[in-house]
């Protein structure tokens, strides 16, 4: 726990920008004695924004430009060498910190990693990964939405980044591994999953089958495997059930003076229920595959929800979770790339 | 609400079979005096679950055979001619019924329903199609495990048949249609969704752009288009996280003896609750694009759901669902089978 852990924070990013980022390194820096932060962006705003608040422990770097959340990636990536976006990435490229953590633009955060960072050998394209809430576990499901077509050898990266991640960060040994698909049988399913549960099977992951969409949140498997169009609607449909469940709650206990004194008193218990689905709690998805960390949390993150992401990327670097799908890579080399 | 509306019912299917389908006949019967309905499937076995219980309305039509759950579709078809998923649909084409109602192998089902009933003029293949809770409205999607790959002119026939489901049983004059997709900006998505996009806005239907997967269930759209894997997996997640959410509020209502109190006080609540996303609320998909109709039950629907799916065709039956898609496929012709 002696060890400093130095991130950058893309604070021009996410829906509320800096007035959320600020805060968030704040309340980071507040928990964890590691931390040493660059907070990325404007300096006469950053300046503004943190007023008396600093730390010793918190630096500035000044980024001229921003990304817009709607901006095409490719233009972002070839007309702003300046955002905050792309020097809180080159700053993990030169080595200045370990990680970063942005709320931005998917395409152009993932576009730019990619282009400044490169991929590891033997990965094609970069996947985006997240834990999901589940019964049992916290299963990590990739990609959610980096590739919307992917082949089967893709699916077999994916698989092995995610099984390193859940080993890394979860210390499970053998974590079991899945395709998501819309069935249990061998003969439900589209050519690439078959394809890809082959080479799954030869792979020497500890691969479990077949999980269709229910047993994500059962915790059927520790990684589940999709690509990243089935992948980000089986996040963002899950998303919109418990949202949907979360807003029916709401409109139930505020429906008459008798529901509103029943909530009073069932407080400590939706509350507790509340810290177990808030999606806050699941922020920060990673980028794997790249030569580097990279934390993704969501643009509609607020303070409390972007420093988990933060706290996200501290884990990673702890558990050099870079250097180890490196290895794991190196060691499936020939199944992974066959 | 004076006419008579006869259904048959493949008594032998769902995980639980004839103790369930029996006991939903005698409940449908109850609510609905217009339902006439043809058990079929063994009739001793029939005989010996109804005992003493009786309609002058129900009627009992012997067939020897069972399709097993996880059946292959194709031997199933081949092999059981006098299977009661079998002849439930033959009574359907013969016109002894109006609709079946099954909640039987769905691949066997599907398989079975089309060649003995035979797709409508335009449609290439039947889709699964369903209602979803939402925080407005209650969107219909399809295909919801049918058809794992489609054309984008396979898209476009889901939606007119899904807009047609939504104007006749919802009244809904002209239904907001969306693809689904994976993220909203143009740029997104692939070749299959951008091409259905272009048949959509050339379609005459009210087609309103890309839907993301939390989307469906704040009621972005009242029809919700997707590939049968897509659609599926998108289902599947979010009654996945519906269940997770229902363990986790029972395991934190079950914590203590002061939880359990509260559980009482909030009994009421939680109950309004429960019905607006129980799932045996929302049981019956319809098989559409058929000459005749089926309805799909859950295979594990308990009796009050098995029920639902009766009412569900029974409700079909009334607004002609088969005979208005019809009409509406010939009026978009050129456009569906462009």
């Known amino acids: 726990m002696a060890e400093s852990i130095h991130l950058s924070i893309d604070a021009m990013s996410g829906d509320h920008g800096l007035k959320t980022t600020v805060d968030a390194a704040l309340l980071a820096l507040a928990v964890d004695p590691r931390l040493h932060l660059a ?33 095409s990636p490719s233009k972002a990536l070839r007309n702003k060498k300046d955002s905050s976006l792309r020097v809180a990435i080159d700053l993990v490229k030169s080595g200045a910190v370990q990680a970063a953590v942005s709320a931005g633009n998917t395409g152009a955060l993932m576009a730019t990693a990619r282009f400044v960072l490169k991929t590891l050998p033997g990965i094609d394209r970069p996947a985006i990964c997240a834990p999901m809430p589940a019964t049992q ?54 050519d690439t999953i078959k394809a890809a549960a082959q080479l799954l099977q030869g792979s020497g992951l500890n691969y479990t089958g077949y999980v269709e969409g229910d047993g994500i949140f059962r915790g059927e498997a520790d990684v589940v495997v999709a690509d990243g169009f089935v992948g ?13 469940i979360r807003d029916f709650m709401k ?12 909530a009073l008193v069932a407080k400590p218990v939706l509350n507790r229920l509340a810290a177990r689905i808030d999606p806050r709690n699941y922020n920060g998805a990673s980028l794997l595959g790249l030569n580097g960390l990279v934390i993704k949390s969501h643009g509609s993150a607020d303070a409390t929800s972007f420093a988990n992401a933060i706290a996200v990327a501290a884990r990673e670097v702890e558990h050099d979770i870079s250097g180890r799908i490196r290895s794991l890579l190196a060691a499936a080399q020939p199944a992974v790339t066959a």
Chains 1, 2 share one sequence.
């Open 232 to 244: 980000n609607v089986a996040l963002k449909s899950a998303e919109g059930a418990a949202k949907m």
């Open 251 to 262: 409109a139930e206990f505020t429906r008459s003076s008798y529901t509103m004194a029943a």
């Open 39 to 71: 907070l990325v962006g404007d300096e006469a705003q950053l300046r503004a924004a943190l007023g008396r608040k600093s730390s010793a422990r918190l630096h500035l770097r000044h980024a001229s430009e921003v990304v817009a959340m709607d901006e």
């Open 137 to 190: 576990g916290c299963p990590y499901m990739l990609d959610l939405g980096a590739n919307a077509e992917c082949s089967p050898e893709q699916l077999l990266q994916f698989a092995v980044m995610g099984a390193a991640l859940a080993t890394a960060m979860q210390g499970i040994t053998r974590p079991r591994v899945a395709l998501l698909n819309i069935g249990e049988e061998e003969i439900k399913g589209n």
